[in-house]
């Protein structure tokens, strides 16, 4: 089996024995327990926690800035989670036992960079501060097909911080820069979570969000300019949606933003462009990313007679999602989302509506999918909604997904034909 593109960690997918150690016997015949439980490797995690030094004198004093005047226990959290994300760096550390043993906490703090385990801790020891019940909180990714009921080191990969309320845990991800409280990296959406609590340990699941916690949704008003479409369109994006894009465009050099802006706002028509793009926070983890700008698509406009042709939808989301036959793994999504068109075009003078392409619908086990063109006066209005349901399409399933894929893209290919009145 070769490694893919976007397919399952390698414990989902490769044959594989996992050697657990649970005990041995020391030169006078002693038995040493190694992993025989889940509650030994969260003895043996809780040892190394417990070595840690942690020194709060700095830490205390930029808690205290933080939440001064702050009066609600959810501004004081994100005032502190946030200053992480702004300010500490992520750096991972898998060398010997710097691989299980957080960092400590000041030298985190002072450092201003550190790994999954000492961004975790620094944020405990912060929350800590300022009153709140914080653990750390051992999980793996879903790169990891195991979980708890299996004591081994191989259950874990990832370390984040949990913030205790009503005896309930709130996950909070120090190395999610873009993450808002509350709100989880899909990555550990459903995964087990191994949360500290003294001598003993709570296991819990991360939230798992819907689809439609992850959106694109597109509004746009459109005129034909000769052969062009000319407009201006308003974006706004959610949840994984608007993470990953921050992530992409903060993470370039600036002269190659414009790039990734035009990419994700085109989804790589070659023939779109845009100018004058909002200004946008993208530290406001707590606000809706919204998106405006001018838009022209060249040549989407054709005439033949007295007839123009044209397609309303520049980006053709998912045309070209088409598997592979020769594929040999299963494929997995980045997520599940719901993209959402609403786009009009105001009818040039002259001309009356020939044709509107068929309404589409599909709705399988992968996607529901519903578009449609109205007529309403002197304007055509395109409604359209994607989700996609499940983030797994299995090998055998190809046939099915390729087949939806199929209907989608002669959905786009349908023209709208306007006739000269």
Known sequence: MKSEYRMPGNSYIYPHVLYLTQSFKDSKGAEITLFKETQDLYNWYSSLV??????????????????????????????????????????????GIAGFKPDSPQNVFSKKYGDCKGMAILLKTMLIEAGYDARLVWIGTDHISYDYSTPSLSVDNHMITAIMVDGKPIFIDGTEKFNSYGTFATRIQGKQALIENGDSFLLKKVPQATPEFNKEIYQGT???????????????????????????????????????????????????????????????????????????????????????????????????????????????????????????????????????????SIDNQFLKVEAHYTLDGNQINYNSQIKIKTRLIEKNQFDTWNTAIEQIKNFYDEQIVLKKA
Do not use: C
């Open 222 to 360: 459109f005129k034909i300019n000769g052969n062009d479409l000319v407009g201006i369109m308003n974006k706004e994006l959610t949840g994984e949606q608007a993470s990953s894009f921050l992530y992409g465009f903060t993470g370039m050099e600036q002269d190659k933003r414009q790039e990734v802006m035009l990419k994700v706002l085109t989804d790589g028509n070659d023939n779109a462009t845009v100018e004058n793009v909002s200004a946008f926070d993208p530290t406001d983890r707590d606000a809706i990313l919204k998106l405006n700008y001018d838009m022209k698509v060249s040549n989407a406009v054709s005439s033949f007679d007295d007839n123009l042709y044209l397609e309303l939808d520049p980006v053709r989301y998912l045309a070209n999602w088409t598997m592979d036959e020769d594929r040999q793994n299963s494929y997995k999504m980045n997520n599940t989302r719901v993209e959402q068109k609403n786009i009009s075009l105001e009818l040039p003078a002259g001309y009356t509506v020939e044709t509107l392409p068929d309404a589409i």
């Open 50 to 95: 417990n070595d840690v030094d942690i020194q709060t004198t700095d830490i205390a004093v930029k808690v205290n800035e933080l939440t001064a005047g702050l009066t609600t226990d959810d501004e004081k959290v994100k005032a502190i989670y946030y200053w992480v994300q702004d300010n500490i760096k992520y750096i991972a550390f898998e060398d």
